[in-house]
């Protein structure tokens, strides 16, 4: 092999100073450049990257590509969709939690897909038309029913998905049924790790089809606290699609579209044109980011 073969991959995941690099249907072992710590760069999984390879198969990791989105917590990077798991009954939907991660994934410009679990024991239909109203792809599953979750293993492939939702939504049922092997695949990970620090700081990627799934071992959900700090109340109008279309039609253009005479978005909502519930969610979001400073 020559001295110097460079290549371009993905980072699968990172552990203890090692990232796993997959390059085609190859994975190199490769150490970071010891320049990354003095620029303070820290490869996630997911990461587009430049390795060298060296004579013995092992790589150097020397560049991470530009990024189009990343994650803190858990540390992801690239992700095309957002994958927001909900139970039809236990635990019963909580609508702002769904808006409040639903709001995370557009500031981050990460395609929310939401899964309706669990409708052997309750329809999911209703909920589902109201957020396909509001212009997101919508899944009625239930992962005790392999074929109903055929449509969402269509809509991921070739993106590299998260799945995220509270504890007991079934988000292990449904990735156990879009991938038999990665519950065994996770549980020799989480073996060979044991319960030490990197268990709740690794992020993994596993090859499905066309695409990937991203494993987040020790996380239920994502931190909505930390992450949702990245949100900012100005920017907040963007992360609700379906409040676009009126945009600049308010009566004031400093409009918070909280009850300001002559908002076009609570018109909207008295019209039905916008739900109820959304609006709702976009004020208890407002009021939680009032006290930020503005920069």
Request: hydrophobic share 35%; glycine share 8%; aromatic share 8%.
């Amino acid at each position: 092999m020559a001295m110097s073969n460079k290549l371009t991959g993905i980072v699968t995941k990172g552990i203890g100073g090692f990232y796993y690099v997959e390059v085609a249907d190859a994975i190199y072992t490769c150490k970071a450049r010891g320049s990354f710590r003095k620029e303070g760069i820290t490869p996630l999984a997911g990461d587009r990257v430049e390795i060298t390879v060296q004579p013995d198969g092992t790589g150097v990791l020397d560049a991470v590509l530009p990024r189009r989105n990343q994650l803190v917590r858990p540390p992801i990077a690239n992700l095309d969709c957002l994958v927001i798991v909900v139970s039809m009954t236990e635990p019963a939907p909580n609508l702002q939690v769904i808006d409040k991660l639903i709001a995370i994934a557009e500031d981050k410009d990460i395609e929310p897909v939401l899964v309706f679990n669990k409708i052997d024991l309750k329809d999911g239909e209703q909920l589902a038309a109201l957020y396909r109203k509001a212009g997101f792809d919508c899944f009625t599953v239930s992962a005790k029913e392999p074929e109903t979750v055929e449509p969402l293993r269509c809509r991921l492939q070739g993106l590299t998905a998260a799945f995220t939702g509270n504890s007991g939504v079934g988000k292990s049922s449904i990735l156990n049924v879009l991938e038999p092997s990665l519950q065994q695949e996770t549980g020799e990970i989480s073996q060979k790790l044991g319960r030490g620090r990197h268990t709740t700081r690794s992020a993994t990627l596993f090859r499905i089809g066309s695409g990937y799934l991203v494993d987040t071992p020790g996380f239920s959900s994502l931190d909505m606290e930390l992450v949702g700090d990245t949100l900012r109340r100005d920017q907040l109008f963007y992360c609700f699609r379906e409040f676009q279309p009126y945009f600049g039609k308010c009566r004031f253009s400093s409009c918070a579209h909280l009850k300001e005479p002559g908002c076009a978005v609570r018109a909207a909502v008295d019209e039905g044109e916008i739900a109820v519930s959304r609006y709702e969610s976009y004020v208890s979001l407002y009021e939680q980011l009032k006290d930020q400073k503005d920069w």
